[in-house]
């Protein structure tokens, strides 16, 4: 399967954009031979699309259900009660709904970890997004409900190793957080992440109470040096948020090669705290963006997550000048996929095709002396014309195939939640 987009807007340059299968293969002016498709992007701008590297995409169905809590009356009174009552076909019509979310603004993976990930999978798999998929290892006293999880994992992992899914899935572990998972499973978790070479994507050092838990109840260490001693701190680590660092923290990050994943709105809509943007990046450490689920966010934009991270690291560092929207927008982007898809990510030849078309046709653009500041601080899902993944469209000009009927379906998901 060959396509080419015409005329499209690149770095300031108009050119055709050819693609051979799932890969770039020419860009140039004027681009001859023949394709199998031809796209007229006359007009549009094309960017690298966005990669959302933590996030729990079910819990669209409880999007609102309960907010403005503190945390445990939440979980206790809320979230756990209602997530109890999530049926498999649910959580693949709610991943259906969110995959629709993310692709109407301009996002071609997740990096997820929740429950009853055959159905999250299936559903990405037939949307067309990339994705990273591990089964939350969550652990309170409940040997059935571990041991449902243990075969899970074995079944995903398996049907990976064996090509059942598409180049677009990865399987990792997921642990949820060092304090919901015993020493003993995160050590396990440790040795099979270095057998596979899987990464492991857990919650870390998000608040300052996980911070003084982890130091009384194990010596004094912290959340980053008790990972480093079970064996997970290493270069398929991906931590998410990553809020309360101390500065050996930092020095342990920087050599052990492992990628950090902010997540700007969740943590000041939960008030865990502000990551230290400018300081991680002056250090070197290679970090990501993500939104997290959607009980805590409360949506999969990429648009609303880029500005809140600029916005809450020029806060946090007392410095206009730190995180740029050039910095941000990479971030959102390039970075992302270096950490999953490391062959996508960019616009050029030979990498894989993830591309979208912004439409500046749009009140935010008319002024449009910097188009990725216009991106970063005034864009919204909107301006997203039409999506590219892995050389197949998954977008245009704004129609998803089936949208109709994945809203129809979550809406009458949702009323066995109504209380
Ligand atoms: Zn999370």
């Given at each position: 399967?060959?396509?080419?987009?015409r005329?499209v807007?690149?770095?300031?340059?108009?050119v055709d954009i050819s693609?051979?299968?799932?890969?770039?293969?020419?860009i140039?002016?004027?681009?001859?031979?023949?394709?199998?498709?031809?796209?007229?992007?006359?007009?549009?701008l094309?960017?690298p699309p966005?990669?959302n590297c933590h996030t729990?995409?079910?819990?669209?169905?409880?999007?609102?259900?309960?907010?403005?809590?503190?945390?445990?009356?939440?979980?206790?009174e809320?979230?756990?009660?209602?997530?109890?009552?999530l049926?498999?076909?649910?959580?693949?019509?709610?991943?259906?709904?969110?995959?629709?979310?993310?692709?109407?603004?301009g996002t071609?993976?997740?990096?997820?970890?929740?429950?009853?990930?055959?159905?999250?999978?299936?559903?990405?798999?037939?949307?067309?997004?990339?994705?990273?998929?591990?089964p939350?290892?969550i652990?309170?006293?409940?040997?059935?409900?571990?041991?449902a999880?243990?075969?899970?994992?074995?079944?995903?992992?398996?049907?990976c190793?064996?090509?059942?899914?598409s180049?677009?899935?990865?399987?990792?572990?997921?642990?949820h957080a060092?304090?919901?998972?015993?020493?003993?499973?995160l050590?396990?978790?440790a040795?099979?992440?270095?057998h596979d070479?899987?990464?492991?994507?857990?919650?870390?050092?998000?608040?300052e109470?996980?911070?003084?838990?982890?130091?009384?109840?194990?010596g004094?260490?912290?959340?980053?040096?008790?990972?480093?001693?079970c064996?997970l701190?290493?270069?398929?680590?991906?931590?998410?948020?990553?809020?309360w660092?101390?500065?050996?923290d930092?020095?342990?990050?920087?050599?052990?090669?492992?990628?950090?994943?902010?997540?700007?709105t969740?943590?000041?809509?939960?008030?865990?705290g502000?990551?230290?943007f400018k300081?991680?990046?002056?250090?070197?450490?290679p970090?990501?963006l993500?939104?997290d689920?959607?009980a805590?966010?409360?949506?999969?934009?990429?648009f609303t997550?880029?500005?809140?991270?600029?916005?809450?690291?020029?806060?946090?560092?007392?410095?206009?000048?730190?995180?740029?929207?050039?910095?941000?927008?990479?971030?959102?982007?390039?970075d992302?996929?270096?950490?999953?898809?490391?062959?996508?990510?960019?616009?050029a030849s030979?990498?894989?095709?993830?591309?979208?078309l912004?439409?500046?046709?749009?009140?935010y653009?008319v002024a449009?002396?910097?188009?990725?500041?216009?991106?970063?601080?005034?864009?919204?899902?909107?301006?997203?014309?039409?999506?590219?993944?892995?050389?197949?469209?998954?977008?245009?000009h704004?129609?998803?195939?089936?949208?109709?009927?994945?809203?129809?379906?979550?809406?009458?998901?949702?009323?066995?939640?109504?209380?």
């Amino acid at each position: 399967m060959s396509l080419v987009l015409r005329n499209v807007s690149l770095n300031g340059s108009v050119v055709d954009i050819s693609i051979e299968g799932n890969r770039f293969s020419a860009i140039a002016p004027h681009l001859g031979g023949s394709f199998d498709e031809e796209f007229d992007a006359k007009g549009m701008l094309a960017f690298p699309p966005f990669y959302n590297c933590h996030t729990h995409v079910p819990m669209v169905l409880l999007r609102g259900y309960a907010d403005d809590l503190e945390l445990f009356p939440w979980l206790n009174e809320h979230i756990w009660p209602a997530e109890a009552k999530l049926a498999p076909e649910d959580i693949y019509v709610g991943t259906r709904l969110a995959c629709l979310e993310m692709l109407k603004s301009g996002t071609v993976f997740f990096n997820d970890s929740y429950f009853m990930s055959e159905e999250i999978i299936s559903a990405a798999e037939g949307m067309g997004l990339r994705a990273c998929i591990g089964p939350t290892w969550i652990h309170f006293g409940d040997a059935e409900k571990c041991a449902a999880t243990a075969a899970e994992h074995a079944r995903i992992r398996a049907a990976c190793q064996h090509g059942e899914y598409s180049s677009r899935i990865l399987v990792a572990e997921a642990p949820h957080a060092i304090y919901t998972v015993p020493e003993a499973d995160l050590r396990e978790i440790a040795e099979r992440s270095a057998h596979d070479n899987s990464l492991v994507h857990i919650h870390l050092a998000e608040t300052e109470t996980e911070v003084n838990d982890c130091q009384k109840a194990h010596g004094g260490l912290t959340p980053v040096e008790y990972i480093k001693e079970c064996g997970l701190l290493n270069e398929r680590a991906r931590l998410a948020h990553a809020v309360w660092l101390t500065p050996h923290d930092i020095e342990l990050i920087k050599e052990s090669g492992a990628v950090l994943i902010t997540n700007p709105t969740s943590n000041l809509k939960l008030c865990s705290g502000m990551f230290h943007f400018k300081e991680i990046d002056e250090a070197g450490i290679p970090f990501t963006l993500g939104t997290d689920g959607c009980a805590s966010n409360n949506a999969h934009s990429m648009f609303t997550e880029m500005k809140f991270a600029a916005l809450s690291a020029k806060t946090q560092a007392k410095d206009s000048t730190a995180a740029p929207a050039e910095r941000v927008f990479r971030l959102a982007t390039y970075d992302g996929a270096q950490a999953f898809f490391p062959e996508a990510g960019e616009i050029a030849s030979g990498k894989l095709a993830d591309l979208m078309l912004v439409n500046p046709d749009q009140p935010y653009f008319v002024a449009d002396y910097n188009p990725i500041s216009n991106l970063v601080y005034a864009g919204e899902s909107s301006c997203v014309d039409t999506l590219l993944c892995d050389g197949r469209f998954l977008m245009k000009h704004r129609e998803v195939e089936g949208e109709d009927e994945i809203i129809e379906q979550a809406r009458r998901t949702c009323n066995k939640f109504r209380k």
